[in-house]
């Protein structure tokens, strides 16, 4: 079974540019998160998926990042302009619907200089 | 709201001696507890979970855990270390119910030693 699918794998840009990420969840996943880690923390929720419909974006800076899942399969996680801040792996997950176990992709290590 | 607390950020081991790693959590419902590891440039591999029944569970590459509620602790532990063991571990917690929100521990870093 194919896991969750992550590209690019490392993505280096300056302060202020855009950014975006892609995810391809494990088939018959309905859930999908984007996870935020800095370096020497523990990952950080971003947003939640139910299928195409947002469940919790509450620790999500709206003001620069932005993610959608327009068919409910795969994602796209944007950040325009970046902060030097923003510098971090993100991480996406998948689910089965109710189910508490998350399965994680190999994630995306942004550098913001 | 829940929270994990990993108590040492990083530990050092010998190859061969125990594997002891400190999770305590907070929730105010019963919770559903996590061990990840992660190795170098790799996302996060699920070791164990407790959700319910029997408090010790056993894991993958020979790691256990004990859930205590009176002590609200997770602890993980593993009889005898091996260098491929090196990696950081988290802690994680979460309950039963929609919007099962994934909570973090700040992660132990786990050296060990010829």
């Known amino acids: 079974e194919a896991g969750v699918a992550q590209s690019p794998r490392y993505k280096i840009i300056e302060k202020r540019q855009s950014v975006a990420f892609w995810c391809n969840p494990i088939?018959?996943?309905?859930?999908l998160y984007w996870y935020q880690q800095i370096l020497g923390q523990g990952p950080k929720l971003l947003i939640q998926?139910?299928?195409?419909?947002?469940?919790?974006d509450s620790q999500l800076p709206k003001d620069r990042f932005s993610a959608e899942r327009l068919k409910g399969v795969d994602s796209t996680l944007k950040i325009q302009p970046a902060k030097l801040e923003d510098s971090a792996v993100y991480l996406c997950?998948?689910?089965?619907?109710?189910?508490?176990?998350?399965?994680f992709g190999p994630g995306t290590r942004l550098l913001v200089l | 709201a829940q929270s994990v607390t990993q108590l040492g950020s990083h530990v050092s081991v010998s190859e061969g001696a125990l594997v002891l790693l400190r999770c305590n959590y907070s929730?105010?419902?019963?919770?559903?507890l996590f061990w990840y590891v992660q190795y170098p440039n790799q996302g996060l591999q699920l070791l164990l979970k407790?959700?319910?029944?029997?408090?010790l569970v056993k894991g993958i590459n020979g790691f256990e855990a004990e859930f205590k509620k009176s002590e609200t602790s997770f602890h993980l532990t593993k009889p005898s270390a091996h260098m491929s063991d090196a990696a950081e571990y988290f802690c994680?917690?979460?309950?039963?119910?929609?919007?099962?929100?994934?909570?973090f521990g700040g992660g132990t870093r786990v050296l060990v030693k010829p």
């Open positions: 997950a998948s689910s089965f619907s109710g189910e508490e176990t998350q399965y």
């Open positions: 088939s018959g996943h309905a859930t």
């Open positions: 998926f139910q299928n195409n419909g947002v469940v919790d």
């Open positions: 929730s105010s419902v019963p919770p559903y």
């Open positions: 407790y959700t319910t029944g029997a408090t």
């Open positions: 994680a917690v979460t309950y039963m119910g929609p919007g099962n929100k994934l909570t």
